[in-house]
């Protein structure tokens, strides 16, 4: 089962606001219920997984099952997020989604190599980001059947 459909949270970084009510619209519209908690600067995704000021409740905001991650966000950028989650590994136990408007060699290599799980170019229109949701939550549910049957 993947952590889309284990009711587990999941962390948005996005700095662009109506591109995060896209993203929010697009999981209630596949029929994905897990709690969002949408922010909008590297900065506040450090704060959120180091469980620092309000984000210490960790009834509120527990770690998440998932995060959907920007690269271009003010303050920390995505790749800050990655560096900061590598050095601090009990944090970043989950999948890492990049999703940019980057298509750069450069930068989806650099998001590999700092510990993404994927990296999706973001789609503009509402059918494809959901159509690319739905691909994630499987994909990620088959890789997850596989570890059960490992025992892992």
Known sequence: MSPL????AILVAEDDESYALLL???FGEIGLTNPLHLLCDGQ???DYLAGIGKYADRASYPLPGMMVLDLKMPRVDGFGVLRWIRQHPECGRFPKLI????DYEKDIE???ELGADAYLVKPEKLKDLKTMLREADAFWSRCAERRASKGL
């Open 110 to 112: 650099l998001a590999y």
């Open 44 to 46: 506040q995704v450090i």
């Open 5 to 8: 459909n284990r009711n587990l």
């Open 99 to 102: 999703l940019s408007s980057s």
């Open 24 to 26: 929010k619209r697009a």
